[in-house]
């Protein structure tokens, strides 16, 4: 199966075939055949529309999984990481580079401030498994002066239900996100993923 193959399928009203195929599953929406086809088909939208048509008990255990994971706190995290995880990671790294790095003793990495520039969504996969890939942007953050904080709420980048097509739980996700940016009146919400 290809992107061409996957088309021609669906051409020759194949649905069965489109709709029961696992290649739903392999592509990672990432648009470049939308941007090689000189008819400009949307592919990605037609492979969200075939992953929206399986039962949520078919589709991949990974994914479904982490879309709804991201619902066990209100902190949005695929990988369960709570608002007391979070914190207790964030602050633990920070002191440790602040005492290692005497040029960045200054360096904040704030948690629920209130009127910060920007609030910065952050990958569960970082303070859960690798902790110290958070630090390159907080010391870029630092560096430029960037008024800046995470929520303990709400801090998680990742959202899976997109990729189920999971159209209510993707919309859930975002709202929680986008209340705790209201409630900290940030003005800018930057989300790395
Ligand atoms: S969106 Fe990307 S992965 Fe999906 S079919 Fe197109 S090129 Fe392949």
Same mark, same amino acid.
């Given at each position: 199966?290809?992107?061409?193959?996957?088309?021609?399928?669906?051409?020759?009203?194949?649905?069965?075939?489109?709709?029961?195929?696992?290649?739903?599953?392999?592509?990672?929406?990432?648009?470049?055949?939308?941007?090689?086809?000189?008819?400009?088909?949307?592919?990605?939208?037609?492979?969200?529309?075939?992953?929206?048509?399986?039962?949520?008990?078919?589709?991949?255990?990974?994914?479904?999984?982490?879309?709804?994971?991201? !619902?066990?706190?209100?902190?949005? #995290?695929?990988?369960?990481?709570? $608002?007391? &995880?979070?914190?207790?990671?964030?602050?633990?790294? =920070?002191?440790?580079?602040?005492?290692?790095?005497?040029?960045?003793?200054?360096?904040?990495?704030?948690?629920?401030?209130?009127?910060?520039? !920007?609030?910065?969504?952050?990958? #569960?996969?970082?303070?859960?498994? $690798?902790? &110290?890939?958070?630090?390159?942007?907080?010391?870029? =953050?630092?560096?430029?002066?960037?008024?800046?904080?995470?929520?303990?709420?709400?801090?998680?980048?990742?959202?899976?239900?997109?990729?189920?097509?999971?159209?209510?739980?993707?919309?859930?996700?975002?709202?929680?996100?986008?209340?705790?940016?209201?409630?900290?009146?940030?003005?800018?919400?930057?989300?790395?993923?």
């Amino acid at each position: 199966m290809d992107p061409r193959k996957f088309l021609r399928l669906a051409a020759l009203g194949l649905d069965e075939v489109v709709l029961n195929s696992n290649w739903a599953w392999m592509c990672t929406m990432c648009q470049r055949c939308v941007y090689a086809c000189p008819m400009k088909i949307d592919i990605p939208q037609l492979v969200f529309n075939v992953r929206n048509r399986w039962p949520k008990d078919q589709q991949p255990k990974g994914i479904r999984g982490s879309c709804e994971m991201a !619902f066990k706190h209100e902190t949005c #995290s695929a990988m369960g990481a709570s $608002e007391e &995880d979070f914190q207790f990671v964030v602050e633990d790294v =920070l002191e440790e580079y602040r005492e290692a790095q005497p040029e960045f003793a200054q360096m904040q990495a704030p948690l629920d401030k209130e009127g910060a520039e !920007f609030f910065l969504n952050q990958n #569960s996969r970082e303070p859960v498994t $690798e902790p &110290d890939e958070m630090v390159p942007l907080w010391k870029i =953050l630092h560096l430029v002066g960037a008024d800046w904080t995470y929520g303990t709420k709400g801090w998680a980048a990742e959202n899976y239900c997109l990729f189920c097509a999971d159209l209510e739980n993707w919309e859930k996700n975002v709202r929680i996100k986008a209340k705790v940016v209201d409630q900290l009146k940030s003005r800018v919400w930057l989300n790395t993923e």
